[in-house]
Nanobody, 122 residues
Framework: QVQLVESGGGLVQPGGSLRLSCAAS????????MGWYRQAPGKERELVAY???????DYADFVKGRFTISRDNAKNTMYLQMNSLKPEDTAIYYC????????????????WGQGTQVTVSS
């Protein structure tokens, strides 16, 4: 079974940096698009950034110029480098990936990690 595991979250002061990782493991034939989402208490989950298998990226306006998404296809791992962090970036950050587990499956499925907490505070 496919699983996604996030890591790298923690407590950081405003203006600081964190690097999140998302490692996919299990039965994987192909990973298509991958993305980072976040959810703050009492708010809806929102897209932060996504990255296609070929490296094409897009970002939410509120992180452009501060965050960088990347992936290592050989390691089935995605990263989010977060710089110039703001208190409003505080949220649980979730990894999402569109994955086809086997060739006979004939389709891909969305998988979610359990999230990693990012807290930006003085």
């Amino acid at each position: 079974q496919v699983q996604l595991v996030e890591s790298g979250g923690g407590l950081v002061q405003p203006g600081g940096s964190l690097r999140l990782s998302c490692a996919a493991s299990g039965t994987i034939f192909n990973i298509n698009i991958m993305g980072w989402y976040r959810q703050a208490p009492g708010k809806e989950r929102e897209l932060v950034a996504y990255i296609e298998r070929d490296g094409t990226t897009d970002y939410a306006d509120f992180v452009k110029g501060r965050f960088t998404i990347s992936r290592d296809n050989a390691k089935n791992t995605m990263y989010l480098q977060m710089n110039s962090l703001k208190p409003e970036d505080t949220a649980i950050y979730y990894c999402n990936a569109d994955i086809q587990p086997t060739i006979v499956a004939g389709r891909s499925y969305h998988y979610w990690g359990q999230g990693t907490q990012v807290t930006v505070s003085s």
